[in-house]
């Protein structure tokens, strides 16, 4: 008699799984922004017009990635995460980026984007990892991951030519 009637567990279960998938979303979310305001700065710091496109063009998907994540966080009646943050930067490797712009070197600039690619590749791995991600939400941020990576080896190859 003092157990909870089976639908009353049913819920505690479905907040459970709900504030877990939210979590690994909001922190997606985190790391897709302190991308998107690295890219920015890396952008607004280089001279080279192809690199300054493509940084624009990292900003820009950034931005966009964060949006779904942030749409698949409503979906579940959350609240989504709407900025990155300081303590994030640093452990993702962009705070490194003001003294690459301070130096205004190609070379330097590409390394610490890439380091902050470093990063979010290890965060969208650890995302994948969680097994209570619903098919659409594992769709997206595999999706996600794939144009990370190869964002990340772009940005790689560009260091190691520079």
């Not at 994948?128 to 595999?142: C, F, G, K, V």
Request: with cysteine.
């Amino acid at each position: 008699m003092g157990r909870n009637p089976p639908c009353m567990a049913v819920v505690a279960c479905m907040s459970t799984t709900t504030t877990s998938i939210t979590s690994v979303l909001n922190s997606l979310i985190e790391t897709c922004k302190d991308g998107q305001e690295g890219f920015r700065a890396a952008a607004e710091a280089v001279n080279n017009i192809d690199y300054k496109s493509l940084f624009v063009e990292l900003s820009a998907q950034r931005q966009q990635f964060a949006a779904e994540l942030q749409n698949l966080v409503a979906a579940l009646g959350e609240k989504p995460e709407d900025s990155g943050s300081i303590s994030a930067a640093l452990h993702r490797g962009w705070i490194d980026l003001k003294s690459a712009i301070a130096e205004q070197k190609p070379h330097a600039i590409l390394a610490e984007c890439e380091r902050g690619e470093d990063s979010a590749v290890a965060a969208y791995r650890d995302a994948l990892e969680h097994t209570d991600l619903p098919a659409n939400i594992l769709e997206t941020i595999e999706n996600q991951f794939m144009h990370v990576k190869a964002a990340h080896d772009r940005v790689r190859t560009l260091r190691d030519l520079s």
